[in-house]
């Protein structure tokens, strides 16, 4: 079965430093996601991604977010000065259409921001 | 503002228990909705989904859930559980927002089940 891949899958980084998170998602979907669960809590929609730009956003993703397509295989969230309150595990996901029931969810990345 | 909730945060079985997991939406509108299964270490998995006809949906792993629209509720269910079912389980249901849809979760409940 295709699946979405995520790298690393643990990130422990310096607050105020840059991270980027990576995914592969399955190669011939269109719509992208980024998900994130901090521990003991809920999994919050962050940005979806279509078309080489963002489609949706949440009021979590702030100007401290980005996300990228560099290369037609990658898609990346950059976070530019991480916070303690950052660290959570971060989900990619990706779907073939706009409906999400389709959706195929990466491993996840722990992001530790100490 | 829609939210879906999780009443149980922690369940605790032994093998050949029986569970049931609670999960209510608060959502007026036409709903999708979908159970995910995180096992230790692993990625989201769809375990089941609901979109309309039978309000009882099967789902893999001997896994069903009913829903109840007077009740705004999605349960969870399985009549005999296994110790390789301890494993973190996401009720959550699709926003139409009229764009994109996106899933909304609701707060997870950890299944641990002993031999």
């Known amino acids: 079965e295709p699946e979405v891949t995520q790298t690393p899958s643990h990130q422990v980084t310096q607050m105020g430093q840059e991270v980027i998170l990576r995914c592969v998602p399955i190669?011939?979907?269109?719509?992208f996601y980024w998900y994130r669960q901090i521990l003991g809590q809920k999994v919050e929609f962050l940005v979806s991604?279509?078309?080489?730009?963002?489609?949706?956003k949440s009021e979590i993703f702030d100007d401290q977010f980005s996300v990228e397509r560099p290369d037609g295989s990658n898609f990346t969230l950059k976070i530019r000065s991480t916070k303690l309150e950052d660290s959570a595990m971060y989900f990619c996901a990706s779907s073939g259409g706009r409906s999400v029931e389709k959706l195929f969810f990466g491993s996840g990345t722990q992001l530790s921001v100490l | 503002a829609q939210s879906v909730s999780q009443h149980n945060h922690h369940v605790i079985l032994s093998e050949a228990a029986s569970l049931e997991l609670g999960c209510n939406y608060s959502?007026?509108?036409?709903?999708?909705l979908f159970w995910y299964v995180q096992y230790p270490g692993q990625h989201l998995q769809l375990l089941l989904k609901?979109?309309?006809?039978?309000?009882l949906v099967k789902g893999i792993k001997g896994f069903e859930a009913e829903f109840i629209k007077s009740k705004f509720s999605f349960n969870l269910r399985k009549p005999s559980v296994q110790w390789s079912d301890t494993a973190e389980y996401f009720c959550a249901v699709i926003l139409f927002s009229g764009g994109y849809n996106k899933l909304i979760f609701g707060a997870g409940t950890r299944l641990a089940v002993h031999p």
């Open positions: 190669s011939n979907h269109l719509y």
């Open positions: 991604f279509y078309n080489n730009e963002i489609s949706e």
């Open positions: 959502y007026g509108g036409t709903v999708n």
């Open positions: 609901y979109f309309s006809g039978d309000p």
